[in-house]
């Protein structure tokens, strides 16, 4: 790269540089047009054919060790709060049916494991999903949860961030590394734990039903109000 310097360092070639466009007043201060180039080593300026720079195995490295980083700290954020499960369930104040999602975080993972063994068959309790909504859980939807978070969780470590390390290692170029994309990918299957209705409520909904019903007029009705109207 051609630029204005002034050589400080015969031995070392290190170089004051002008990164502006007055040459007139580099000329002045005794720069000269030179061949120069930025250590990527330490940022300094050098001549091109003395300045020191990183090694290939050298960037590659610090390529893995980057990439490596990378993946940790994405599983650890999907581990702690990215982590979720797609349900179904019952938006507790509309009692209807809806889609929802779960933080499979290891905190719930310990808490729906707690409410599984301490809740009754007939029992439920709300849960705040990830859309701020309390929907209804059973003893059977808590184990169901909990099951598939510790599943996500165990898939996560021995299976997606092992095959992240791999494909790491097996890099030969920065630019092999570079285009390793680190995603770790929720479950798309959406997990059915809707409370059934009790037997009142179908009673309600049934009742519900029949007063929706529309009254008809029967046809004598209607022949009765009509007949002997002359005009």
């Known amino acids: 790269m051609i630029k204005y310097a002034k050589v400080i360092n015969e031995q070392t070639g290190l170089c004051e540089v002008g990164i502006g466009t007055n040459s007139k007043f580099y000329k002045s201060i005794g720069m000269k047009e030179q061949d120069v180039s930025q250590s990527d080593i330490d940022g300094k300026w050098y001549l091109s054919d003395k300045c020191p720079m990183k090694s290939d195995e050298t960037k590659l490295a610090e390529a893995k060790q980057a990439k490596l980083n990378e993946a940790s700290n994405k599983a650890y954020s999907f581990e702690n709060k990215d982590a ?18 779960i933080e499979a975080t290891l905190t719930n993972n310990i808490k729906l494991s707690a409410y599984a063994q ?23 939807a808590c184990t169901t949860l909990t099951e598939l978070m510790s599943q996500l969780n165990a898939k996560l470590w021995t299976v997606d961030f092992p095959t992240f390390l791999a494909q790491i290692e097996a890099a030969q170029t920065v630019e092999d590394v570079e285009a390793i994309e680190i995603v770790y990918q929720n479950p798309q299957e959406v997990i059915d734990v809707n409370i059934p209705p009790t037997e009142q409520e ?4 049934e009742n519900t039903s029949n ?21």
Do not use: C, F
Not at 215 to 229: K, L, N
């Open 84 to 101: 979720l499960i797609t349900v179904s369930a019952t938006n507790m104040m509309s009692r209807s049916s809806e889609t929802y999602h």
């Open 118 to 140: 301490a809740l009754d068959e007939s029992e439920t309790l709300p849960w705040n999903t990830k859309e701020n909504v309390n929907v209804l859980l059973n003893k059977a």
């Open 211 to 231: 007063n929706d019903i529309p009254e008809v007029q029967e046809d004598s009705d209607i022949q009765e109000d009509t007949a002997g109207e002359v005009e």
């Open 202 to 205: 179908e009673t309600d909904n």
